[in-house]
T-cell receptor, first 118, second 121 residues
Framework: DARVTQTPRHKVTEMGQEVTMRCQPI?????VFWYRQTMMQGLELLAYFRNRAPLDDSGMPKDRFSAEMPDATLATLKIQPSEPRDSAVYFCASGFAVGTAFSGNTIYFGEGSWLTVV | AQKITQTQPGMFVQEKEAVTLDCTYD???????LFWYKQPSSGEMIFLIYQGSYDEQNATEGRYSLNFQKARKSANLVISASQLGDSAMYFC??????????????????FGKGTKLSVKP
């Protein structure tokens, strides 16, 4: 059963520390999204990649956040330095897009990384 | 202006009854897709159903159906024969095809604020 895999599932860290979240998209998917979910803001897009190229990271605070896809099987989201306001659930999602359509019309989410910065 | 509006923060339904979760959207695109996701208390986001703007028939997936009214820009989720396990947050989302081209700035799912559904035994 193919699924998007995210690590870590839970992370508690101190303010100022670096946090790296990892995502393994479903094999063969060429589009990867990073979302952040908070009670106040709901689900916000941070970044998305198509064929490993970043297409949009306008939702990401550039001074402390960075997103990369070192290869087709790994996407990373890094926060350095972390702050208490970064506490949230971070979701990775993937899909296979051809032009403007997604195969199967589905975008699958991982189980999320629950981050707490104290 | 919000692209996706879910006006019901919370809903209650009796087990075995049907329930409709509202979703309205705003787009000037002719081509777009509408999604519903379920988020149980465990936190994962589970894809439920998809409706394309050119699909003539309402989408159905088991007990889930999407009441798509294009002129009214609404895409309500109908859950038939509610079960206790249906208690969760439900999110409506939209993807606009015009923003999916390379270099587009919004080629992503735009989510509503969600509706918390509680199924009563």
């Amino acid at each position: 059963d193919a699924r998007v895999t995210q690590t870590p599932r839970h992370k508690v860290t101190e303010m100022g520390q670096e946090v790296t979240m990892r995502c393994q998209p479903i094999l063969g998917h060429n589009t990867v999204f990073w979302y952040r979910q908070t009670m106040m803001q709901g689900l916000e897009l941070l970044a998305y990649f198509r064929n490993r190229a970043p297409l949009d990271d306008s939702g990401m605070p550039k001074d402390r956040f960075s997103a990369e896809m070192p290869d087709a099987t790994l996407a990373t989201l890094k926060i350095q330095p972390s702050e208490p306001r970064d506490s949230a659930v971070y979701f990775c999602a993937s899909g296979f897009a051809v032009g403007t359509a997604f195969s199967g019309n589905t975008i699958y989410f991982g189980e999320g990384s629950w981050l707490t910065v104290v | 202006a919000q692209k996706i509006t879910q006006t019901q923060p919370g809903m209650f339904v009796q087990e075995k009854e049907a329930v409709t979760l509202d979703c309205t959207y705003d787009t000037s695109d002719q081509s777009y897709g509408l999604f519903w996701y379920k988020q149980p208390s465990s936190g994962e986001m589970i894809f439920l159903i998809y409706q394309g703007s050119y699909d003539e028939q309402n989408a159905t997936e088991g007990r889930y159906s999407l009441n798509f009214q294009k002129a009214r820009k609404s895409a309500n989720l109908v859950i038939s024969a509610s079960q206790l396990g249906d208690s969760a947050m439900y999110f409506c989302a939209m993807r606009e095809a015009s923003s999916m081209n390379y270099g587009g700035s919004q080629g992503n799912l735009i989510f509503g604020k969600g509706t918390k559904l509680s199924v009563k035994p």
